[in-house]
T-cell receptor, first 112, second 116 residues
Framework: DQQVKQNSPSLSVQEGRISILNCDYT??????FLWYKKYPAEGPTFLIS?????DKNEDGRFTVFLNKSAKHLSLHIVPSQPGDSAVYFC???????????FGAGTQVVVTP | GAVVSQHPSWVICKSGTSVKIECRSL??????MFWYRQFPKQSLMLMAT?????????EQGVEKDKFLINHASLTLSTLTVTSAHPEDSSFYIC????????????FGSGTQLSVL
């Protein structure tokens, strides 16, 4: 049973525009959410996180929004750059941040 | 940043043989490491939590006798796929946790296992 879902396997966006990645979860016990970025032949690297006590967290071009009532979070990248082309994973944890449930990932392609 | 080295990056083996995958934390000590598996177009699925000096904790549905985990030192955890079968073909990836660094996990680059 997949508790974290990323329903869009891919996203294509023009350079300079906003990229919006979506993630839904089913487990109401999740209290910490993270986004990871993965390039080919490399492991995922941490990007940004948000605690369930917040509804927004911003770090430079990256902003994560959390809607607990909808069990939905999103990652906004603005402006998008070619180097942002990668697979983005949404992950969630409940009480133990090291033990994560991952989504299937969204492949982002930023075109010139 | 912290580095986790995973080896080998890919391996092809015959059905029935065993394969060992290593996960090393290069510049930090990791009391806890995690092993994941990812099938094509699916999520990274946690297989087990590896704790230094103690037995690994396996997730439901993961056969501990098939996927042997050893975390003998603070910088090395190994996953051995015993008597591998074609259905074990998958992408395996480890991560290591640094105490006191909040939520950040550091991942290896993964191992693509193909069992013929």
């Amino acid at each position: 049973d997949q508790q974290v879902k990323q329903n869009s396997p891919s996203l294509s966006v023009q350079e300079g525009r906003i990229s919006i990645l979506n993630c839904d979860y089913t487990n109401s016990m999740f209290d910490y959410f993270l986004w990871y970025k993965k390039y080919p032949a490399e492991g995922p690297t941490f990007l940004i996180s948000i605690s369930s006590i917040k509804d927004k967290n911003e770090d430079g071009r990256f902003t994560v929004f959390l809607n607990k009532s909808a069990k939905h979070l999103s990652l906004h990248i603005v402006p998008s750059q070619p180097g942002d082309s990668a697979v983005y994973f949404c992950a969630a944890s409940a009480n133990s941040w090291g033990k994560l449930q991952f989504g299937a990932g969204t492949q982002v392609v930023v075109t010139p | 940043g912290a580095v986790v080295s995973q080896h080998p990056s890919w391996v092809i083996c015959k059905s029935g043989t065993s394969v060992k995958i290593e996960c090393r934390s290069l510049d930090f000590q990791a009391t806890t490491m995690f092993w994941y598996r990812q099938f094509p177009k699916q999520s990274l699925m946690l297989m087990a939590t590896s704790n230094e000096g103690s037995k690994a904790t396996y997730e439901q549905g993961v056969e501990k006798d098939k996927f042997l985990i050893n975390h003998a030192s603070l910088t090395l955890s190994t996953l051995t796929v015993t008597s591998a079968h074609p259905e074990d073909s998958s992408f395996y990836i480890c991560s290591a946790m640094i105490q006191g660094l909040g939520e950040k996990l550091f991942f290896g680059s993964g191992t693509q296992l193909s069992v013929l």
